[in-house]
């Protein structure tokens, strides 16, 4: 089967003629996989439909916020009686308090929530409070974890361990990298190594709860707690980043499973721990622009009007965006976390098989419902995390991402959308049903044989 993609194919020239790339942000461009990126018209379920009218199994669920699936009616029906209220007031909403108090009764270490409209605005004032109550400047990020587009926290490691960071895009000045030091996933030693050599100077260290945006990387057992611990001997603060994890692995985010031990398959976890401040994105607008940082009253006092850390927003807690927020949030009890657990289980153990079919090395990594796969062979490739795959980014960098494109494509054809890269987890939703699961079934071993049939340019 070859797709139809007339009408794609005539919007991406338009929009590439329009838009820098095509695209709004840059994976959506298909750099890594090659072809035309489908244009989506309209969403339902676990399913999306293209303006050439083909139909997809969406692997990608808006990267992470569409937990409930696309166009869930309950979440259609609150923004629509929204809408009929008013788009933006620049005022107070009383939406904005049920969400802060929400996501504070979610996750017990928060007292206090500030809402803003990305993610990378929720990590970017995260730093600033945490600079503001220290008054230290440092900041330590592990490579390849995400934390949006700002400048400080678009560094890439420096020449050695616990040297300062250098730009990581280009417009980002090594005076403001400067300020941030890179280092590897999973290294503990690392973390006490720059410790040593800046005593007093680091303000916090951020890292996503579990790393999803490198693909899935597994923590360490005790990864989490003892890097929380490290942090706080030396005063700093931890910042928690679950802009992608928050409410999508659990009711309480990956925090929440560290603590409730659930494991899922995934690595071993322990709880025991807190973060200082936490990020949140993606789900908690459902769909729409809302982030939050949360924290302790103590801290969050820092924050303008309150303290002297400045930081605002003219769509900062937008009625409509936090009404589609809410909703989704009310709405995703355990039914929809179990739900999305058992597709994520049933989803991973397809693949696995159809690899294993046709003989493929290659290593899943999960945490809690976020999966992601890397072809290759772990040992002669040396990866070095706990259940054999990939333990950090210079790891997760090495593997056969050439089989990728071949995967990807022919599970496009067998209309199922998955991440446009090797670097992303896999995302299911509570409507990933047996329509789901049959559509998986039925695209797997052509597009298994096509990944190991795929050979390196
Ligand atoms: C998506 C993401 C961000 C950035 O959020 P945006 O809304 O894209 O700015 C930050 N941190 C993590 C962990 C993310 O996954």
Known sequence: MTLNE??????????????????????RAYGSVGGVPPFLASGKGAFVTDVDGNEYLDMVCGWGPMLLGHGHPEVIGAVQEAVSRGLSFGASSTVEVELAEEIAR??????????????????????????????????VKFAGCYHGHSDGLLAAAGSGLATLAL??????????????????????????????????????????AAPANMGIVEPDAGFNRSLAEIVHEHGALLICDEV????????????????????????????GWTADIYTFGKVIGGGMPVAALGSTREIMAKLAPQGPVYQAGTLSGNPIAVTAGLATMRLADAGVYEAVDVAANSIAGMVCSAFDEVGLAYSMQRVGNLFSFAFGDGEALGWTGANGGPRNEAEVKNQETWRYPAFFHAMLEGGVSLPPSAFEAWFCSAEHGDRAMERMEAALPAAARAAAAATAA
């Open 6 to 27: 007339q009408h794609s194919s005539e919007w991406f020239t338009r929009a590439q003629a329009a838009i820098p790339g095509g695209v709004n942000s840059p994976v």
């Open 106 to 139: 979610r996750v017990e270490p928060i007292e206090q929530v500030r809402l803003v409209s990305t993610g990378t605005e929720a990590t970017m004032t995260a730093i600033r409070l945490a600079r503001g109550y220290t008054g230290r400047d440092l900041v």
């Open 167 to 208: 730009p990581g895009s280009a417009g980002v000045p090594e005076a403001i990298t400067s300020q941030t030091i890179v280092v590897p996933y999973n290294d503990l030693d690392a973390v006490r190594a720059v410790f040593a050599e800046h005593p007093g100077k680091v303000a916090a260290v951020i890292t996503e």
């Open 244 to 271: 992608l994890t928050g409410f999508r692995t659990g009711p309480a985010g990956w925090w929440g499973e560290e603590q409730s031990g659930r494991t899922l398959g995934g690595p071993e976890v322990s709880g």
